[in-house]
């Protein structure tokens, strides 16, 4: 089956720092991925959606400056999150769809804490 | 925008019980999925349906797409410890965007 591969699975860092989490398909071309945000036992909260070669499309309330996304190649995308805070940790999930229409696979999930 | 509606957000069942978790959108679909999250885990792809009416089985899961392809349910029958985790439903109007549901945290005692 479809198998998207995130990294790091968690990061402990200072407040300040800037965070770079991977998200890739590894044994599919991805041509949209998309990035969320849980809260603890709460839904998944989109955050933005990537297409490979553009630029990544914001939620509503999601700062693109703060939440930098690249998406350079059918299997890459990053999330970068700028000069973190206490109130940026959670835990971020990617997923990847190959085409429209088709079902998300889901990477592990990336639990960030901001000290 | 599009809604997607996710009732119960939880419940609480005996093993052996049945349990059903329903979702309605405010729009007509073009597909709906649903996924399950185990605790502590990711999302784990489990159906799409895209037909009006149309009804899947996954052994002791009945998938259902109501007729106007606007609503959806996920009926479990006979719960299994295995079974805990949270079930989302996903809708699709077209487009990129997929929306989901709040969730159903399924809870079995045994």
């Known amino acids: 089956g479809a198998v998207v591969s995130q990294h790091p699975s968690w990061v402990i860092c200072k407040s300040g720092t800037s965070v770079k989490i991977e998200c890739r398909s590894l044994d599919f071309q991805a041509t949209t991925m998309f990035w969320y945000r849980q809260f603890p036992k709460q839904s998944l909260m989109l955050m933005a959606t990537s297409n490979e070669g553009s630029k990544a499309t914001y939620e509503q309330g999601v700062e693109k400056d703060k939440f930098l996304i690249n998406h350079a190649s059918l299997t890459l995308s990053t999330l970068t999150v700028t000069s973190a805070h206490p109130e940026d940790s959670s835990f971020y999930i990617c997923?990847?769809?190959?085409?429209?229409?088709?079902?998300?696979?889901f990477g592990d999930g990336t639990r960030l804490s901001i000290l | 925008g599009q809604q997607v509606m996710q009732i119960p957000q939880y419940q609480h069942v005996q093993e052996g019980e049945d349990f059903t978790t329903y979702c309605n959108s405010s729009t007509t679909l073009s597909n709906i999925q649903w996924y399950k999250q185990r605790p502590g885990g990711h999302p784990v792809f489990l159906i799409q349906?895209?037909?009006?009416?149309e009804v899947k089985k996954q052994k002791r899961l009945t998938f259902q797409f109501g007729e106007a392809k606007k609503n959806s349910s996920l009926h479990i029958t006979a719960t299994q410890t295995t079974d805990v985790g949270t079930y989302f439903c996903?809708?699709?109007?077209?487009?990129?965007?997929?929306?989901f549901g709040a969730g159903t945290r399924l809870f079995v005692k045994a």
């Open positions: 349906l895209v037909k009006s009416g």
């Open positions: 997923s990847a769809r190959e085409e429209q229409g088709q079902p998300q696979h």
């Open positions: 996903a809708g699709s109007a077209g487009g990129f965007k997929t929306i």
